[in-house]
């Protein structure tokens, strides 16, 4: 811990943080989740404030706001006071992908919330049943060629990234593989290694036992590059598929935070997100670490919003 | 691994000074929130949930485990003396529980609860220990096709919970069915009767539901009455607790068949837990009865057979928490988030990959059912001492109980409504004839029906074949189909005895219902 301390603050120091915040926090700070505890935005939250409350010498407290799509937990940050004691844990879902999903949704992520960093990435990747016949993705895109309509694949819901990224490959490689959508990402897992699927796009740490267990293969990492888990799983852009999409966790805070504080945010957890500690603990959970600057993650945030909206339309991905 | 030696590492694990304390206090604190109405185990596993991120994995899900079956035992008190379930899953033993207590029999009937809890939970806790692996390749046996079947067998089976008039009792059914409509349908994302309200995105809760119809309309029907019915009947020695050897002999079988029907359900991922459980056993021991009218006014299969269940199944739903990762209930949902943020992931593998947690766990089981036998046998004296409690003081406890209870499941103020909501309009059905307990279970089987019906018509590309063509499916729906002619026949020879004899007195009959 004084490892971790000590690296923090030599970090904090070689960092460049012009001005600190003096006066903050002055009181325990809230980091809003929208998702049960056990979920990985959950564990990348507490794992954050377990580190800043000790960086701060104030108490971080985890808020599990379930509920309506994350709409509950979106609109308390928006209309929390803008001090930084309210943050936001927040996946691609909820400040993404909502807006093009649903009518009437209560918030703005554009406007509403100021990306602080991203924490954790858990890759995507592309798995069959093992009795599925093709073993690769070129394979697998070959099939459904030939087979068309034949094909289908399991997701976590309506609007999830399980549904979003193959609805994508879909688009990139003209196929039509059929979606079946269930309640969460563990039955989509269950789903596809009793074989009422043949394939899915699912967090590599949901199908990972499976694949021990010998129920289910892994044809290709839907990300830009190969993770150090799995060097010998290709990605689905070296099968000619431009497709990459994470299952990430990031920061948030109310957007009329200053400057200031969110500047302080930014450098205390992307340092405490470098050291060995945070990379074990989210390596542990088949998450890999993201620190990332606060105007990098805009920008991504602002690609993400154009592919997935396209991918949404494209694919006539609607609730109604 | 032979059996032996993982039995050797269950209690060598589950011994230790450590977890024997965490065990201890789980099923301790389990029981005291059970005992509440409303939904204390929740908010005490989610209260202390964080707190167990600072300590051993183990020690942590023995605690959370003993919180989660420690509320069966308690749910059920609230259920027979008040006619508030403690928990969703004890619901059922409001229907012949309240009537022993209005008889005088509170004692005997939490005595007799508690054992069937203790049988239950041992039952399964022996399957368990013998059978767990291979029941974790069962649920990938399972498609939507088969989830189908299954609980249209169970809506067929579960059909006899309705009392008095059938068509009514289908009546209330359908009712449970719309109110499970609410919420963001599974397949296709639609809004369903949520009226732009993102607390009722996901659903009513069950809770809310059980609470509505059986708590707060038992609160408004009882006011009014004089306060003393109960209390003055019901003996508070110890001899008044015990059940006569003929009540005590009658609960046998049902306690054997609840455990079967509790653990069988347990262990399918996604059946909702203990209140699917308790009803399927209630429903199997009415039909089999020989007196089925005596269901409803105090019948002891109709308690025991439902506790055991409930308990057997609030054990065996551990198998696809830890093998599959897909929780039966909320509660179960927690303990998995639990694991998860102590790095464990959930799999098949679980069993050989981290023995010590699996068989320290199952271990600790039967010592938490042991602890919480001991405890509560002494406790019933005390508890049946609530009767006495003037109704004056009694009445806005129970409802102050039920909004703290509700609101500490989301924290949602909505709930809080929702409930008074349905109870006043559950309190209208009820005075009309309508069954709670047939709202409940049209609750709790419609969605998982139907996801599972346009799931499988989705694989299938909606090809109806698909749910004769498996045969897990066919042969649930076969066994379906042969109880509703078996049940037409029975009923068919039934009106015609009865219309052999007088027809008087199936009319006076009529008049009394």
């Not at chain 1, 971790?4 to 325990?28: E, F, H, N, R, S």
């Not at chain 1, 069959?128 to 697998?140: K, L, Q, R, S």
């Not at chain 2, 309009?425 to 279970?441: H, K, Q, T």
Request: some cysteine; glycine content about 10%; proline content about 6%.
């Amino acid at each position: 811990m004084t490892r971790k301390l000590a690296t923090a603050l030599g970090a904090l120091m070689v960092g460049a943080t012009p001005a600190l915040a003096d006066d903050w926090p002055t009181q325990t700070v809230t980091i809003i989740v929208p998702y049960a505890p056990g979920g990985i935005a959950d564990i990348a939250a507490r794992t954050v404030g377990d580190a800043m409350s000790r960086e701060w010498g104030q108490e971080v407290v985890v808020d599990n706001r379930t509920g309506g799509a994350g709409f509950v937990a979106a609109t308390a940050v928006a209309r929390a006071d803008p001090d930084g004691h309210t943050l936001f844990v927040a996946d691609a879902g909820v400040n993404v992908v909502n807006p093009f999903l649903f009518d009437d949704v209560p918030y703005d992520p554009e406007a509403d919330f100021r990306p602080i960093t991203m924490i954790s990435d858990t890759p995507l990747v592309l798995s069959a049943n093992v009795d599925a016949p093709f073993d690769t993705t070129e394979e697998f895109v070959e099939y459904a060629i030939e087979n068309p309509g034949e094909l289908s694949f399991g997701s976590a819901g309506i609007g999830s990234l399980n549904h979003i990224v193959p609805e994508w490959i879909n688009l990139e490689a003209g196929i039509d593989v059929e979606h079946i959508p269930y309640d969460g990402g563990a039955p989509a897992a269950t789903a596809l290694a009793s074989g009422e699927v043949e394939v899915g796009v699912l967090a590599l740490s949901s199908v990972g036992p499976y694949v021990d267990s010998g129920e289910v293969k892994l044809l290709g990492l839907a990300r830009e590059d190969r993770v150090g888990s799995h060097p010998d799983l290709p990605t689905l852009m070296e099968a000619g598929i431009d497709v990459a999409a994470g299952q990430w966790a990031g920061l948030f805070a109310p957007s009329a935070v200053s400057d200031e504080i969110a500047e302080q945010i930014e450098a205390d957890v992307t340092a405490f997100l470098e050291t060995d500690d945070a990379a074990e603990t989210f390596g542990e959970r088949g998450a890999i670490v993201s620190p990332m600057s606060s105007s990098d993650f805009a920008e991504l945030l602002e690609e993400l919003r154009d592919q997935y909206s396209g991918v949404i339309e494209g694919a006539g991905i609607t609730p109604d | 691994m032979g059996l032996l030696e993982s039995l050797q590492l269950g209690f060598a694990t589950a011994l230790t000074m450590e977890n024997l304390l965490y065990c201890l206090l789980g099923v301790t604190v389990g029981m005291v929130v059970g005992v509440l109405p409303g939904v204390g185990h929740l908010a005490a596993i989610s209260l202390l949930m964080p707190l167990t991120f600072h300590v051993p994995t183990t020690a942590a899900l023995v605690m959370l485990a003993g919180i989660y079956y420690g509320a069966q035992y308690g749910g059920s008190i609230a259920s027979i003396l008040l006619n508030l379930p403690g928990t969703a899953s004890s619901a059922v033993l409001c229907l012949d529980g309240y009537p022993m207590t209005q008889q005088g029999r509170a004692g005997p009937a939490l005595l007799i609860t508690t054992i069937a809890s203790f049988f239950g939970s041992c039952v399964a806790i022996l399957v368990l220990v013998l059978l767990a692996p291979p029941l974790a390749q069962l649920a990938l046996a399972f498609h939507s096709a088969d989830y189908f079947a299954m609980m249209i067998l169970g809506l067929v089976a579960a059909g006899s919970v309705a009392s008095g008039k059938p068509l009514i009792g289908l009546a209330s059914v359908l009712i449970g069915l719309i109110l499970a409509l609410i919420g963001i349908d599974l397949n296709t994302g639609a809004m369903r009767f949520t009226f732009g309200v993102p607390e009722l995105f996901e659903g009513l809760s069950i809770i809310v539901l059980a609470m509505a119809l059986f708590g707060v309309v038992e609160v408004i029907s009882s006011i009014g009455q004089p306060s003393t019915g109960a209390a003055a009947k019901t003996r508070i020695t110890f001899r008044g607790l015990l059940p006569s050897r003929a009540e005590f002999r009658e609960s046998l079988a049902p306690m054997l068949r609840g455990a079967g029907v509790g653990t069988g359900i347990g262990v399918l991922p996604g059946t909702g837990g203990g209140s699917m459980a308790s009803f399927m056993a209630y429903a199997v021991e009415k039909r089999r009865s020989r007196t089925p009218e005596r269901f409803g006014k105090g019948a002891i299969p109709g308690i025991s057979a439902p506790e055991s269940a409930n308990n057997a199944a609030a054990q065996s739903a551990f198998v696809p928490t830890l093998t599959l990762g897909i929780p039966g209930d909320a509660i179960m949902a927690l303990m998995l988030g639990a694991l998860l943020i102590h790095g464990i992931q959930p799999g098949p593998r679980v069993v050989t990959d981290s023995p010590d947690l699996f068989w320290g766990l199952i271990v600790s089981f039967l010592i938490g059912n042991l602890i919480l036998l001991v405890l509560n046998i002494p406790l019933i004296q005390i508890w049946v001492r609530i009767l006495q409690i003037p109704y004056r003081y009694l009445f806005p406890s129970i409802i102050l109980l039920i909004c703290l209870g509700v609101y500490s499941v989301s924290r949602s103020p909505v709930d809080v409504m929702l409930v008074a909501g349905l109870a006043g309009a559950g309190y209208l059905l009820i005075r009309l004839g309508f069954d709670p307990a047939a709202m409940l279970l049209g609750f709790i089987l419609g969605p998982m029906i139907e996801e599972n019906m346009r799931r499988a018509l989705r694989v299938s590309r909606g090809d109806f074949m698909i749910f004769l063509e498996r045969p897990i499916s066919a042969g649930f729906l076969t066994l379906a189909l042969l109880m509703l002619l078996w049940t037409g026949y029975t009923a068919l020879r039934a009106r015609r005895r009865a219309d052999a004899e007088t027809t008087d007195t199936a009319d006076t009959e009529d008049q009394t219902r």
